[in-house]
């Protein structure tokens, strides 16, 4: 027997077809926000080290707002996690802007250095995954972290510089130390973990 295809499912085919065949942007045209300054996309160490030093500052010091959304790819999002009064988990999605928002007062108002004590990287071609262990205080000088955690990021090269595609984190707690294969020397020596 011959079944009819329905209309919409129809269209919604076709609309997906299309957007799948529409041609990419051209390298380095994707960018919606501010220009990067090319020694900060140039390779994952700068992207990295320009992330964590374009939200640290001490407090009563503005961030550089357009630094920070130079970094991120348009449809970029930042997820924390956090636990709720049931013990479970939930995870928010974030738009950069939205992140500077919601956290840029905060940050601003206390004081925040957040710094990479040690990274895992796995890269094939144009993508990369860094798992990057951090630490954070509130001014240089504090002996101890107020906070540490693993913030899952995703790059993309598009060809002229690197992408932050997305920031996924979740913060240490009691029930759920860094295990130490993420942590400096974490596999008994002086080699990067993981």
Not at 72 to 90: C, E, W, Y
Not at 99 to 119: H, K
Request: some cysteine; proline content about 8%; charged content about 20%.
């Amino acid at each position: 027997m011959h079944q009819r295809v329905k209309p919409r499912h129809t269209i919604a085919a076709i609309a997906l077809a299309a957007a799948l065949a529409a041609p990419a942007p051209p390298a380095g045209a994707q960018n919606a926000g501010p220009a990067a300054r090319a020694a900060d996309v140039a390779s994952i160490d700068a992207i990295m080290a320009a992330v964590y030093d374009a939200i640290s500052g001490p407090a009563g010091q503005a961030r550089n707002r357009e630094r920070f959304l130079s970094l991120f790819h348009p449809q970029a999002r930042l997820i924390p996690t956090n636990r709720v009064a049931d013990g479970g988990r939930v995870a928010r999605a974030l738009t950069p802007e939205e992140y500077i928002t919601r956290s840029g007062p905060v940050l601003e108002r206390d004081g925040f250095f957040e710094v990479e004590i040690a990274r895992c990287i796995e890269q094939y071609g144009s993508i990369a995954h860094v798992f990057s262990t951090y630490e954070s205080r509130r001014t240089l000088q504090d002996e101890k972290p107020f906070a540490r955690g693993i913030n899952s990021f995703q790059l993309f090269h598009d060809g002229t510089r690197w992408w932050v595609v997305t920031i996924f984190w979740e913060g240490e707690s009691a029930d759920r130390p860094i295990p130490s294969k993420y942590l400096p020397g974490g596999r008994g020596g002086t080699e990067p973990p993981c």
